[in-house]
């Protein structure tokens, strides 16, 4: 594992930010690494195509983790020069009325640590599982050789209130993810899915060696708010350190 997001992994301040499974937009994506770089990120997670890989590893010296689906693309991804791999971000494809099983997952998971064996590699657990069914698979996951459990949930949910307590409500299923699942399980387990610089905080308290923050950088057109939406993270990231 690369030594910068292993110690961030340690000292449970990893902050990923996410460009979106389905977004190819070079221009876009670019955008979105170039905030995660100058706002404080850890590491950056992109689509899986190996033009998106070269030109993210010309452009930072963070960790670049890869999201698909499809085992063969996460090894052409890897090829290109990804250094960790990601099944999950599944977000895109709930709106379009899929779902993903505890099976369809651990055969995901099988096939891709068949195809890269020394790869890093993160699993996201779908939230649309009972969260005991959640945890079983993400002990099943680590058995298959997961590195790195991941939770979501926040993009699914409806808050009934505006403000602070929305904000809270819409981080619920990932926070109480976190909570379960990394007691249950010995690698790291990164948060994410609808959390803010509000909830990051509780994402840590719940047990997450770190986060993973997608719409609230990669909805923003704007350079300089990707910047300091960024930098807001890696604040609320590093006060949490301070509390405990």
Same mark, same amino acid.
């Given at each position: 594992?690369?030594?910068?997001?292993?110690?961030?992994?340690?000292?449970?301040s990893?902050?990923?930010?996410?460009?979106?499974?389905?977004?190819?937009?070079?221009?876009?994506?670019?955008?979105?690494?170039?905030?995660?770089?100058?706002?404080?990120?850890?590491?950056?997670?992109? +689509?899986?195509?190996?033009?998106?890989?070269?030109?993210?590893?010309?452009?930072?010296?963070?960790?670049v983790?890869?999201?698909?689906?499809?085992?063969?693309?996460?090894?052409?991804?890897?090829? +290109?020069?990804?250094?960790?791999?990601?099944?999950?971000?599944?977000?895109?494809?709930?709106?379009?009325?899929?779902?993903?099983?505890?099976?369809?997952?651990?055969?995901?998971?099988? +096939?891709?640590?068949?195809?890269?064996?020394?790869t890093?590699?993160?699993?996201?657990?779908?939230?649309?599982?009972?969260?005991?069914?959640?945890?079983?698979? +993400?002990?099943?996951?680590?058995?298959?050789?997961?590195?790195?459990?991941?939770?979501?949930?926040?993009?699914?949910?409806?808050?009934?209130?505006?403000?602070?307590?929305?904000?809270?409500?819409?981080?619920?299923?990932?926070?109480?993810?976190?909570?379960?699942?990394?007691?249950?399980?010995?690698?790291?387990?990164?948060?994410?899915?609808?959390?803010?610089?509000?909830?990051?905080?509780?994402?840590?308290?719940?047990?997450?060696s770190?986060?993973?923050?997608?719409?609230?950088?990669?909805?923003?057109?704007?350079?300089?708010?990707?910047?300091?939406?960024?930098?807001s993270?890696?604040?609320?990231?590093?006060?949490?350190?301070?509390?405990?």
């Amino acid at each position: 594992m690369n030594n910068q997001l292993r110690s961030a992994l340690d000292r449970r301040s990893a902050l990923k930010i996410i460009s979106g499974l389905q977004n190819f937009d070079p221009k876009s994506v670019s955008m979105i690494v170039e905030a995660a770089t100058l706002g404080g990120a850890t590491f950056v997670d992109i +689509a899986a195509d190996p033009n998106l890989v070269r030109q993210t590893k010309a452009q930072t010296n963070l960790p670049v983790c890869v999201s698909a689906i499809a085992p063969e693309k996460l090894a052409e991804a890897v090829n +290109a020069g990804a250094d960790l791999v990601e099944i999950g971000n599944y977000d895109s494809f709930y709106a379009q009325g899929r779902v993903f099983s505890s099976l369809e997952v651990i055969a995901l998971t099988k +096939a891709t640590r068949n195809l890269l064996p020394e790869t890093l590699l993160s699993v996201t657990v779908p939230h649309t599982l009972p969260l005991d069914l959640q945890v079983a698979l +993400a002990e099943e996951l680590v058995a298959c050789g997961a590195d790195i459990i991941q939770t979501e949930g926040g993009t699914s949910s409806n808050p009934l209130h505006s403000g602070i307590l929305g904000l809270i409500e819409k981080a619920a299923p990932t926070l109480a993810a976190a909570y379960a699942i990394s007691r249950a399980v010995s690698v790291p387990v990164l948060c994410a899915s609808g959390l803010t610089d509000v909830t990051i905080p509780m994402a840590i308290a719940a047990g997450a060696s770190g986060v993973g923050v997608g719409s609230a950088v990669n909805h923003l057109s704007d350079r300089v708010a990707m910047i300091a939406v960024v930098r807001s993270l890696r604040e609320s990231l590093n006060a949490s350190l301070v509390l405990r």
